[in-house]
């Protein structure tokens, strides 16, 4: 008998005009499952769905089933987001519109600033790359969907420091909005979680800095690991040859 999680397939509402789906696909990078977004505003029928999750007809039944959809975004390309969208999009007759656009249907891709207008809601779209290059958030009253470059808990994995870093410092000028991530549980305040995420990663980018100047400036990735993280766990050195990797092609690239 399996046990089923108590969340799976229920819309749970979060702010006034944002409620959430969570798939049913647990895993290490996804967290308890993919958040899908149902945004509607006070009386109306027309909602907005952020990320469809993957092509998992149960789950986009539930979704499709939540009322009509007037538009579907997409918060970034990687499959646990967009996956499901064209299935939605074909149930629904709504366009999907996203950063990058190779993912748009009947629709024009994303712009940073731009301020998009459906079922009665206002988003305020900011490209915030970092995780991917095309990865957007989306501002929504006093909320903001981070999609996958802020989680509800954990750091997320990068594609580029740098482009992270000046993200981070983009979210932290953002004052008193909750946190809609796209895996884990909503966060009170996306101000204070970008400048811990800033503080923790330019406190990593220090170690590496000192360890390179124990090693030499031509150090490989495991050598800094090896050093930096002498006192974890070696079954972690593998992921943190990854994050090092970055760390170095940041650090020699700036
Ligand atoms: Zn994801």
């Known amino acids: 008998m399996s046990v089923v999680h108590p969340a799976y397939g229920v ?26 977004w149902i945004l509607r505003a006070p009386g109306q029928a027309e909602s907005i769905v952020v990320d469809p999750g993957y092509e998992d007809v149960e789950h986009l039944t539930r979704v499709a089933a939540c009322g009509p959809v007037a538009l579907i975004l997409i918060t970034h390309h990687h499959p646990d987001h967009v996956q499901g969208a064209s299935w939605l999009a074909e149930r629904t007759e ?89 895996h884990g549980a909503e ?32 150090a490989s990735a495991r050598q800094v690991v090896e050093l930096v993280y002498a006192d974890v766990d070696k079954s972690l050195w593998g992921p943190a040859e990854w994050s090092v990797q970055a760390q170095l092609e940041y650090l020699r690239s700036s």
């Open 94 to 182: 709504a366009p999907i519109r996203a950063f990058d656009p190779g993912l748009c249907r009947d629709a024009k891709p994303l712009a940073h600033a731009e301020t998009v207008t459906a079922a009665g809601l206002d988003l305020q779209v900011l490209h915030t790359p970092g995780h991917t290059d095309d990865s957007i958030c989306l501002q929504l009253d006093d909320a903001v969907l981070t999609g996958d470059s802020i989680l509800g808990r954990g750091t997320t994995v990068i594609s580029s420091l740098g482009h992270y870093l000046d993200t981070l410092r983009l979210l932290t000028t953002i004052p008193d909005a909750t946190v809609l991530p796209g």
């Open 11 to 36: 819309l749970r509402a979060v702010t006034p005009t944002a409620s959430v789906m969570l798939e049913d696909n647990p895993g290490s990078m996804t967290l308890d499952g993919t958040n899908t």
């Open 187 to 218: 966060l009170p305040d996306l101000g204070t979680v970008a400048a811990e995420y800033l503080a923790h990663r330019e406190q990593r980018l220090d170690q590496v800095r000192n360890a390179l100047v124990q090693l030499g400036p031509d």
